[in-house]
């Protein structure tokens, strides 16, 4: 059992995926079972028959939704991200004026590769699309975001893969579970770029069917893209100022498995540590947990490791799981904060999200949820993110 620390509240949360912008459009999604993996409209790829899960918007409709011009140097990772910010300050009933204290931790690994890849060849010639240039790394579009709010007083970036914005939830906890900040913006975002897509193409992990977790005839992913953060609070700090905590972070993990670059280990060492320090973390036993949103890419390694670390762990008593990439696609850095986001909406609605797989599953004991579930009391819930070379993140969301 690990050291008790403050109550780390969620006040407010906040998301964009290819299932809708903001979290009222998002729980109608799944409450309705409506999946945002589809046909390529917005990326501009000669792979137009893989699918995708887009926010079908263009980067300069998102730039005017926000109130920013379309010329101004800006990559779609930004604006996806600022999006989510600020439905997740407005529920939080933060202002840019408040945040002069606070830390901001956000997950990307794309960063600005959708214009770099755009303007490579004008960045050659010495065009003036070399503005672009100092918006391209991870940290740039961290700064690009923190500039809307106004100063803060902690910022930093994560890039993990998959499991980036997971693991910047857990650092932004970790900084007010030691006291050094009492509040903290935290999530990730992401945008699909050729870049992207061609990548995991390469890598032969791509599906040109809608991706079909944990099912025997899984045959990959479905690249998505989108944003979510979450406001994170000392307890205290936020009672005081009359905020309504919506959740509670309570525990986390991150291990690695260390048995491939970009495999994971058969027996699923990371994922299972992972999850086994969130529970310590929290003060719980496997028991006390209502629902698994598993990582569940569709690929043929992750379900099946995944699922034997969940075996490991949780025994004969497996909860309820399922993973909830069939809706939004696998959005890579973002996932861990959109799938976190999905979490607290099933835990505030009382309901699990299904599967959307079809067919046999992969073992007669793996047995995802099948269709939604309603009336359920989720009080503890367990969310994952794995990301390659086996940095594995798992955390826990309890009500009180």
């Not at 990559?75 to 606070?102: H, N, P, Q, V």
């Not at 495999?263 to 947990?289: C, D, F, P, V």
Request: aromatic content about 6%.
């Amino acid at each position: 059992m690990l050291a008790p620390f403050p109550g780390i509240a969620i006040t407010g949360m906040g998301i964009v995926s290819a299932i809708g912008r903001g979290c009222q459009a998002t729980l109608e999604s799944l409450l309705e079972c409506r999946s945002g993996v589809g046909a390529m409209s917005v990326l501009d790829s000669v792979h137009a028959d893989l699918p995708v899960g887009e926010v079908k918007m263009t980067t300069d409709a998102l730039a005017e939704t926000l109130g920013l011009s379309p010329s101004a140097p800006t990559t779609r990772s930004a604006l996806l991200g600022l999006m989510a910010i600020d439905e997740a300050l407005a529920g939080a009933g933060l202002s840019s004026g408040s945040l002069a204290e606070a830390a901001f931790v956000s997950a990307t690994t794309v960063g600005g590769m959708d214009r770099s890849e755009r303007y490579y060849l004008d960045f050659l010639s010495g065009d003036s699309r070399n503005d672009y240039i100092a918006l391209h790394d991870v940290g740039a579009c961290t700064d690009l975001m923190a500039s809307r709010y106004g100063p803060v007083a902690y910022a930093a970036s994560v890039s993990t893969a998959c499991s980036s914005a997971a693991n910047a939830i857990i650092h932004g906890a970790r900084l007010i579970a030691s006291g050094e900040r009492r509040l903290a913006i935290v999530g990730g975002t992401e945008c699909l770029t050729r870049f992207h897509l061609n990548g995991f193409n390469t890598l032969l992990i791509l599906d040109h069917r809608r991706s079909r977790p944990f099912s025997a005839s899984r045959a990959g992913l479905n690249l998505g893209e989108g944003a979510a953060y979450l406001v994170l609070e000392d307890e205290e700090a936020a009672l005081e100022r009359g905020a309504t905590p919506l959740a509670y972070v309570t525990g986390w993990g991150n291990a690695c498995d260390a048995f491939h670059q970009t495999a994971t280990s058969a027996e699923g060492e990371g994922a299972y540590l992972a999850m086994k320090q969130a529970l310590a973390r929290a003060g719980l036993s496997s028991l006390a947990i209502s629902y698994v949103n598993a990582h569940g890419t569709g690929t043929p390694d992750n379900d099946r490791s995944e699922f034997a670390a969940m075996q490991r762990l949780f025994g004969a008593s497996l909860p309820p799981f399922s993973s909830t990439k069939p809706f939004t696609g696998h959005t890579t850095s973002a996932s861990g904060s959109i799938e976190s986001v999905i979490c607290l909406l099933a835990m505030q609605q009382g309901f699990i999200p299904p599967n959307l797989s079809e067919g046999e599953m992969l073992s007669p004991l793996c047995r995802p949820v099948a269709a939604l579930q309603r009336g359920e009391t989720l009080r503890h819930v367990m969310c994952n993110s794995f990301g390659f070379g086996g940095n594995d993140s798992a955390i826990v969301f309890s009500q009180r």
